[in-house]
């Protein structure tokens, strides 16, 4: 082979979860009698739900008989879940023909990145979740990216009317920040995306966690939105998917390219059956069992469990004095020191080596979350409870605050 | 959006298989009364075996319990897997962390695409399975693809010598071909690329159909492979993983960038890390089971049924004055007629029209396809029996061959 990618050249060396991952298998091996606790990574942690189980053990029987074996399933996904994510997430707004299941959001923005080639600018909200901006690093090439400077508290972007990308992506409830985006800065968004012929790339894959009455959880309830947004959706916060791998884009008819007629639907659906075999006939089975009635009601319960544990973390963090923000329409916290001044990685360090709590230092989602940490909710509320007791009684953490 | 990616201007107004699905249900809804008979789609027809059933099913039930639940696992595969394919697959020549596994190998065709960047020349087999060309021309752009001029009877490159992409894709056992490729012809095409500087692309998503002595089952069982070449398995075909998605990129710490001292792997598994969540939990329990000598044997003896119905049919073809190609180590037959000439698309319809027929036209393959159609051998023995004595009784098809 001649030539590396010169994509890689540039990008920091590794990408951020592996090296906490490092950083916390490190510590733990010199301090073995230290109990580790992780608010880091966002995954969840309570067990899938009867119903899904169920499904997937009838799914996974049915592929040992001949009449119930399936083979490939359609790229875009089975029409029956499609419609079902057509129904229970857009009212029908989306049909099911402009939904495209898939293994997931990180596989979708790489997914949309090839779909857009790498001409366009990207923009990307700077603090933001990593995998995106170096997403655009390694597919496009760093000089496609645009660090949107944003509120660092909020991840709103400070200066909507001078944007100059051509593709914006949007995360909404935000990662890291866990803020909620109201109707009415959505509304800006898609104002300015429109005027501007911005493709808007909206991430809502936590959107089960908004609780609060009138804030939109879809792009598409903004007016305007069909012809300049395409909204990634997912299973896996919302029904427990990050290990079943379920997710989807959905994109109307009527999102086209300037003064083309084609619809950019048509041309993702080819690149999905070029490059994209379907997910998993168990996970979409394990799907529509998930977004049935009981579905709603047993994976509901999980998510306000999530919430109700964020919430408990979060008063304890502002009670020893931190400063806080997001954590109530999201499993995130956002949270940085009140008066003295750390860095994202000591202060990373000083809850590593004085705790044993694993956290995502801010500055790894984007320059604008220098200061912060973030915190995740999805840990159990005993260990919640024990880790705050643990600091309540820790004078060397205390010092710090 | 201000403007459409120029690599979708000037594909093939649609992917092959959609367009012979569309072409089967419009005959379909003019013939109700005629049966239809799939050759066509290279898709497995048997149920998993048990040992995989078993396995998804304790996995299911496991995904219900505190202590059983699994989230995101690691993006590179459950390292008890990875080892297990370094085992089974390449007795430990190609270690656990040299292995990447994956949802399926046309994903991973796109993703080692990515890998390299926009930059570099790509040689596709001309003929060559649809899905590979065009994910070059969709993320390279068609500038990049290089069809390889090859003999259009077993898809060997016809002058080797002459080469000049950065890149050579290899399918072997092939498709649409279903020629085996011999060690001397393996040795011929490595020694091309160490010589030239040309990375090998092996796709071996057919090598449990080798049932013949002393043909290599991966590109690594050829010497000086290992700094040339990535190979990419799957379980799709071999333990009818079609719908459950599992496949696997195998490089060696050896293969570098000339002038560069970085493994491509470090840049595969940044690319991995960044936009791939990992394969489903479910699906590599399930490969663990399909691997275990238990699962062997019951998938063994599936290849066994598989590599029976295709000699079935191919015997059947040729008593009709067909030439057949390959079908011995592969489940793939390649045909064309002997004496009269009709083009591929032609020889569709007249098996469609006159039998009911579900064929794939070679020159949907690429150009050297053209007269030739596919057939696979993945059809129940009767059906493919009950064809072949309807073809003895059909006057018409008779007066093509």
């Not at 739900?49 to 001949?66: D, N, R, W």
Request: aromatic letters at 10%; glycine letters at 8%.
């Amino acid at each position: 082979m001649k030539q590396r990618n010169p994509n890689f050249e540039n990008l920091e060396p590794s990408y951020l979860f592996p090296q906490i991952r490092a950083k916390a298998e490190a510590f733990a091996k010199h301090n073995p009698e230290q109990k580790l606790l992780n608010f880091g990574i966002g995954d969840v942690s309570l067990p899938l739900v009867p119903v899904i189980v169920e499904a997937l053990e009838k799914a996974s029987k049915e592929m040992g008989t001949e009449e119930g074996f399936h083979g490939y399933g359609p790229e875009m996904g089975y029409p029956e879940l499609n419609e079902k994510i057509s129904e229970v997430f857009y009212h029908k707004k989306i049909s099911s023909e402009e939904i495209f299941v898939s293994d997931g959001a990180k596989c979708d923005i790489a997914r949309l990145i090839n779909l857009f080639g790498h001409k366009p600018t990207i923009g990307v909200q700077n603090p933001c979740y990593p995998a995106i901006a170096d997403s655009v690093r390694i597919l496009s090439g760093a000089q496609k990216l645009q660090l949107i400077p944003c509120d660092p508290t909020t991840g709103i972007p400070l200066d909507l009317e001078n944007l100059t990308c051509d593709i914006l992506i949007i995360v909404n409830p935000n990662n890291p920040t866990g803020h909620l985006l109201s109707r009415k800065t959505l509304e800006s968004i898609v104002q300015i995306a429109r005027e501007k012929k911005i493709l808007l790339i909206y991430d809502g894959a936590y959107r089960e966690f908004i609780s609060q009455p009138g804030y939109p959880r879809s792009i598409f309830d903004i007016e305007g939105s069909l012809d300049c947004a395409i909204e990634i959706g997912s299973l896996s916060k919302s029904a427990g998917f990050t290990g079943l791998r379920l997710g989807w884009v959905a994109m109307s008819r009527h999102l086209h390219y300037k003064k083309e007629t084609t619809p950019v639907l048509d041309d993702y659906k080819r690149l999905i059956q070029t490059t994209f075999n379907g997910a998993s006939y168990l996970s979409q089975k394990a799907a529509l069992a998930a977004l049935s009635p009981e579905g709603h009601t047993q994976t509901k319960r999980q998510i306000h469990q999530y919430l109700q544990r964020t919430e408990l973390l979060r008063q304890g963090l502002e009670t020893f004095g931190l400063m806080t923000f997001g954590g109530k329409q999201s499993p995130f916290i956002w949270a940085r020191l009140a008066g003295k001044t750390l860095s994202s990685w000591d202060l990373f360090h000083v809850f590593l080596e004085n705790l044993g709590w694993i956290t995502t230092p801010g500055s790894g989602f984007g320059s604008a979350g220098e200061g912060f940490v973030r915190f995740s909710g999805f840990a159990k509320p005993k260990q919640i409870q024990e880790a705050l007791d643990q600091m309540k009684t820790n004078h060397h953490i205390r010092r710090f605050l």
